[in-house]
Every structure is written in structure tokens, then in C-alpha cells.
């Protein structure tokens, strides 16, 4: 066998890449070498450690890089975003005057190796430039011990989980012992099954892990019918259970490095309820640390308020005034004081600054008790929302659209005073209630305002390959959103009505890998759940803009919700239609005009653009303008998509398939991908 030549050579294509992983891995370091000597530069200077402009930039420069090289833009994006994230942590390290301090830290944290706890503390000092001897104890008491009697210099602890939120016992810690934070981390756990052969997961029968991780592993272990879950010590000690035991109806969740430190096959990764699991860990010392001001700064609290109405507000108030933004409030009881509640309280500043000086003093004037748990520099925030822009025109010579109006008719609104007349149909989604634009959040987006956002992808979605070509495709032009239909409102039952759920799996895999939010439709009441549970936005379709029981259902969950024109609806009764969503607390409703019934035959439907200058006027909702069904005709689309633009409008919505011809739906008004190019060029070219 050894001797067979596609061996030998296999065998040279292998160390030929080992010999590329050691360069790759050899240019990180020097990469990092180089961020050491910028951080000397700006040690000396008054320049910010995080300046976002310049990230993008470097991030818009490997992306085309990567494309121009055939490679995927997404995952050089992914790849550069941790590269920048652990440049950035090294040069607030250096200016936070750890890095080289001490040659070894000791660690100590809460169960054996392997476990989260431990790799995350590992993670935590390598991105501080730090040595550490990492000591694992059986309990919290031990931990806070060791670091109180100086057996350890740091304590390391998880204080909130993005599933199970937080963790009473590190809040109680912080309350009772005179500990300072002096850092935080924020890490991705990765909750892998395990046994000890390759067995389908119906023959487990028991799942052994800690009763944390099981927690945010419920649906998972709900879902095999003879498994039951077995809390245990911790992760770790759950792998090598089951590896001792040699019984392969067993099987436990934990990290793979556990998993493979015992031989254990992984049955499963991502087993958690969602798709991204986050703990935030504190490092505790037993003195606090003062930050450089340059650094972004968190610093946690706790106070116990007065006993007086409006107490707590006062104290919000306080940041507010002193313009802090407060990133956590956590209420615990307090210890002997029945239904009496302490607040602990993050806010992004630090302690060195006038303003969070001043603020603190006059916090301890309005509370009864008051005690500063630590300034740090800030790693687990919200990713930076952007308003969304379009790619700059490129050289590409396309008719540009007529000149539009000097500016939308937003602008003759006087933020207080109404325009129009109150409708008795809708208070909630009048300019005058609100009269600032509604600015949507959907990840790090922001839809409404002063953005422009494209929304892109085909009428349903089809197949695993038509998806996720366009949506790689799509994202490449400079879209923002992902969209494709599974459940399908189509004019006849014989028609494709769609993939469902497994278009839903299908159009969730391609928004990821394309590092795109996604939006579909709900038909029925019963889809809502399922659909927001994977999906950014919700659509509800022209046909059902006055379904109002499925409105109110819209209503109740925490999801945007795009809320497409009726095919025969007034404005009035378009803005009525969202009062129902808005009246059942979610406010999170964009606007989408895609043509009216008229008599005219030319076009699918009729594109009423000056709805967009009515509703600009009548409402603070953003609104999106769909060509694609507002014209019915792929030549059209573009021009009107341009015009949207001009008008006012905060963004469109486009549907795009690699082959419109074969599409299953929609296929005359699909824009293939030149079209599509065009489209985004000239959208560009659009100055509002
Ligand atoms: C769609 O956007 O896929 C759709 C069906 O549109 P409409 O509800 O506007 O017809
Ligand atoms: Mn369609």
C-alpha cells in the first residue's frame, strides 16, 4: 500500500500544506509584532485604540483581496475580524500596563481542565499577552480563597450565559467579598456530544454534563426520546465518565478538547438551544486596576437605592445625565431584607474619566448603598450597529437615473408638530406621536433613518446550491439582507408552494456562511415561532396584510416584521394594518410598497412611489419599495429600484435567482446576476 504512487503523492500534498499552515501561522506573529510597535506609537500619543473607520477599511481590503483571489469574502471577513479583535485586546493589555508584568499568572477557576472555565481563562490571558498556571478547584469557595489568601493572583469566574442569562452565586460573591474586577472575557462554548463509538443518537439513554450546560442544551436532550439528562460535576469529569464506563448508550456534553483528551467520538456539535453560545467571565483580583482613558472601559457597580418611589430612576437618570451608557442591570435580593432588591449595575466609561467621576458622586448622594466592583477594558459589548451604505460606484458606465428631488418630504416635518391630522386608526405609527424616524436594529444593521438598504434574493428559495450561490452572490454586490420565500402565498394550489421548513434550514445556512441576516414570509399563526426562531425578519405578505389575528401574533414576538402593501389597500389602511402589530408591543415594523391593483396592464402591478413621500410624512416606520413585484418585469426593476431610492425611500427589496428562466417562482421579474450588478451600480450612483 505505501508504496502506491497517489500515496507518495498525497503524502507531498500534505506536507505541503503543513508547510503553509507554519508560514500562515509564522505571518500571524510577525502580523502581531507589528501591532506591539503601533501600540509603542500610540502609548505616546493621544490616539484611540479602536478606531472602527480604519477596521473597516482593512476589512473591505482583504475582502476584495480574497474575492479577487477566487476566495470567499465571508470568510476572510470572519478570519480578520477575530485577527483585528485579538490586535486590539493586545494593545489595550499593553496600555493597560498588564502585558509583561509578571512572567507567569496563577489562575484559578472553578473545575478540571478542559472545562469551559478553563479554556476560556486560557483564552482570557493569551489575548493579554499573558503566561498563566491555571489552577482548577472543586468549588467557588475554593476559588475566592485561593485568590483572598494569595495562592492565586486572579480568580476567574462565568457571570452570565447568552441562554441561561446570569449566574446568582458570582453575583452573591461580588456582593460579599472585597474582591475588584479587572477584567472580562467573552467566550464561545461549544457544546459537543460525545460517546464513546459512533451511535445514533436514538440508542443514548443517558447524557451526562453540568447542569448548566444541560440547561442550555434542553431542546437538544428533550428531543431524544429515551435520554434523560444526568447532571454532573462538571463538563470534564462527564467525558471521562463516560469514556470510563465504555457503555455506548452514554454519552456526555462538553468541549471537544475533553471530548478528544479521552478518546471520545463527537456524536454532535452545537448541541446548545441556539446557535451561538456566549459566557461572559469577570477575572477578579484582590486590587483593582486603573485603565489608560484610551482604553473602551466597563465599570460594574452595585447599589441598593432608597425606599422611595422613583428611586431607581433617579439613579438611571444619573447615567443618562452624565451621558453613560448602561450595558447591564441585574437585580439579586437583599441578604435579610424580604422582597428588598440590590441592583448591579455595568456601565460602558471608566473611572478616570471627569465624567464617570461625576457621576459616580452623584450616584452615592441618591443611593443608600453604593460600591464600585471594578473598572476594565470592555470585551463583551454589542457588535457596533452601522447605518447601512451602499458599495461605492465603480467605474462602470450606466445611465444614471433622472436627478432626484433635493430631499425627501421627511424634511418639512417639525420634529413635535403633526403634519397631518391624526387618523383614529393609528396612534402608534403616527409622526406625530414619534416625531424621530424609527431606526430598526437587525444584528449589527440599522434599517430607517438616514441608511439605505438592500434586501436581496430569490422568490423561494429552491434548492441548497440556487440559495446559496445568491446569497454569496448578492452579499458580494453589497446587499444587507438575505430574502426568500418558504412558505408561499401562490395564486393557484397547483403552483410550487415552497420548501417550508426545510427551505427555512436551507435559506438559514446560506444567510450565515454569507454573513447575512435573513427575512421571510409567515402565513399562518403557527409558522410565527418556528420562523422567528431562525430567521431576522418576519414578512407578511400582501395577502395578508389585513389578516389581523396574524398580525397580532407578529405583534407579541421580538422580531422586526416587514408588512408588504395589500394588493387593493389604502394607506390608511396599510398604517392601520401596522397599528395592529405596533398596539401589541413590537414596534419593530419597516413598510414595503410593492404595487397596487390599477387598471393599467402593462405591469404585474402598479408601483406607487409617492406612497413613500405620503408615508415619510404620515409615519416614523421605515419603508422599503419592492420593484420586483412592483412592476412584474425584469427590465423595469432597476430603473424603479433607482427611483425608490431617489424618492426617499430607507431601502428595497429585490428578487434575484442565478438562472430567472428555471425559477420556480417569479422568474420574469428575477434579476439574474449581471442584472443585479447593474442594479447595485447604478443604486450607488444615487445621491439623496
Ligand atoms: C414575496 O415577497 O415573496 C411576495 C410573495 O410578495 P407579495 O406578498 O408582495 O406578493
Ligand atoms: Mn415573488
Redesign the pocket.
Known amino acids: 500500500m505505501n508504496n502506491d504512487p497517489a500515496n507518495a503523492a498525497l503524502k507531498e500534498l500534505r506536507q505541503r500544506l503543513n508547510q503553509v499552515d507554519e508560514e500562515i501561522v509564522r505571518l500571524l506573529a510577525k502580523r502581531l509584532d507589528t501591532v506591539g510597535l503601533i501600540a509603542k506609537e500610540k502609548a505616546g500619543s493621544t490616539q484611540a485604540i479602536r478606531d472602527p473607520e480604519r477596521e473597516r477599511e482593512v476589512l473591505a481590503r482583504v475582502e476584495t483581496l480574497a474575492q479577487s483571489l477566487g476566495l470567499s469574502a465571508p470568510l476572510a471577513r470572519k478570519i480578520f475580524s477575530e485577527i483585528i479583535s485579538y490586535s486590539v485586546s493586545r494593545q489595550v493589555a499593553s496600555l493597560a500596563g498588564i502585558e509583561g508584568e509578571r512572567t507567569e499568572v496563577a489562575v484559578a477557576f472553578q473545575g478540571s481542565s478542559l472545562t469551559y472555565n478553563n479554556l476560556a481563562a486560557e483564552q482570557y490571558l493569551a489575548s493579554q499577552g499573558l503566561r498563566g498556571r491555571f489552577v482548577g478547584l472543586p468549588t467557588l469557595k475554593q476559588v475566592i480563597d485561593s485568590l483572598a489568601s494569595g495562592a492565586a493572583d486572579l480568580a476567574f469566574l462565568p457571570i452570565e450565559n447568552t441562554v441561561a442569562g446570569s449566574i446568582n452565586q458570582v453575583y452573591d460573591v461580588l456582593r460579599e467579598q472585597d474582591l475588584h474586577i479587572v477584567g472580562e472575557e467573552s467566550y464561545r462554548v461549544e457544546l459537543c456530544l460525545a460517546a464513546t463509538a459512533d451511535v445514533p443518537a436514538s440508542a443514548l439513554r443517558r447524557i451526562l454534563s453540568h447542569p448548566l450546560a444541560l440547561d442550555q442544551c434542553s431542546a437538544f436532550v428533550a428531543a431524544l426520546p429515551q435520554a434523560h439528562a444526568v447532571p454532573f460535576l462538571d463538563t470534564r469529569e462527564a467525558m471521562r465518565a463516560v469514556a470510563e464506563a465504555r457503555d455506548p448508550t452514554l454519552a456526555a456534553i462538553g468541549s471537544p478538547e475533553a471530548a478528544a483528551a479521552h478518546e471520545l467520538r463527537i456524536l454532535s456539535r452545537n448541541v446548545g438551544n441556539q446557535d451561538e453560545i456566549l459566557m461572559r467571565y469577570v477575572a477578579l483580583a484582590r486590587a483593582p486596576i486603573s485603565v489608560d482613558v484610551r482604553v473602551p472601559c466597563k465599570t460594574s457597580l452595585i447599589l441598593s437605592t432608597r425606599h422611595e418611589k422613583g428611586a431607581l430612576l433617579r439613579c438611571l437618570h444619573v447615567l443618562a445625565e452624565y451621558g453613560l451608557s448602561m450595558t447591564k442591570l441585574e437585580s439579586r435580593p437583599r441578604p435579610n431584607r424580604p422582597w428588598e432588591y440590590m441592583f448591579f449595575i455595568d456601565f460602558e466609561g471608566n473611572v478616570a474619566q471627569e465624567r464617570a467621576a461625576l457621576a459616580l458622586e452623584a450616584l452615592r448622594s441618591e443611593a443608600l448603598y453604593l460600591k464600585i466592583l471594578g473598572c476594565y477594558p470592555a470585551k463583551a459589548t454589542p457588535a457596533e450597529a452601522q447605518t447601512t451604505t451602499l458599495p461605492e460606484a465603480s467605474e462602470v458606465t450606466i445611465a444614471p437615473p433622472e436627478a432626484p428631488p433635493a430631499t425627501p418630504s421627511a424634511g418639512r416635518t417639525v420634529p413635535g408638530q403633526p403634519v397631518v391630522r391624526a387618523s383614529k386608526h393609528y396612534r402608534l405609527a403616527d409622526r406625530a406621536t414619534h416625531p424621530e424616524d424609527t431606526v430598526i436594529r437587525v444584528g449589527s444593521l440599522l434599517i430607517g433613518g438616514t441608511g439605505f438598504v438592500v434586501i436581496a434574493g430569490p ?1 423561494s428559495v429552491e434548492s441548497e446550491d440556487q440559495i446559496n450561490r445568491t446569497a454569496l452572490f448578492v452579499r458580494e454586490q453589497g446587499a444587507h439582507i438575505l ?1 426568500g ?1 418558504v412558505f ?2 401562490r395564486t393557484g394550489p397547483y403552483s410550487f408552494q415552497g420548501l417550508g421548513r426545510d427551505g427555512l434550514d436551507l435559506l438559514a445556512a446560506a444567510g450565515k456562511a454569507a454573513g447575512l441576516p435573513i427575512i421571510t ?1 409567515v402565513m399562518t399563526i403557527d409558522q410565527v415561532h418556528p420562523v422567528a426562531e431562525k430567521a431576522d425578519i418576519l ?1 407578511i ?3 395578508n396584510m389585513q389578516n389581523f389575528p396574524l398580525l397580532s401574533a407578529v405583534g407579541k414576538v421580538d422580531r422586526p416584521v416587514l408588512l ?1 402593501r395589500g394588493l387593493s389597500s389604502t394607506i390608511e389602511e396599510w398604517l392601520a394594518a401596522a397599528e395592529y402589530i405596533l398596539a401589541q408591543g413590537n414596534g419593530q415594523v419597516i413598510l ?1 410598497e ?1 404595487g397596487i391593483r390599477t387598471f393599467e396592464s402593462a405591469t404585474r402591478n402598479t408601483l406607487d412611489l409617492s406612497a413613500v413621500v405620503v408615508l415619510r410624512e404620515r409615519t416614523h416606520l421605515p419603508i422599503v419599495v ?1 420593484p420586483s ?1 412592483g412592476t412584474g418585469k425584469r427590465p423595469y426593476v432597476a430603473p424603479m429600484a433607482w427611483a425608490a431610492r431617489a424618492c426617499g425611500a430607507h431601502g428595497v ?1 429585490i ?1 434575484v435567482h442565478p438562472e430567472p428562466d428555471k425559477a420556480l417562482s ?1 422568474g420574469d421579474q428575477s434579476l439574474d446576476f449581471p442584472e443585479f450588478k447593474a442594479l447595485m451600480e447604478g443604486l450607488s450612483r444615487v445621491r439623496v
Open positions: 422568490c430574502r420565500g408561499k402565498p414570509e414578512q405578505g400582501a395577502r408588504k414595503c410593492r419592492d413585484h427589496s428578487e417569479d
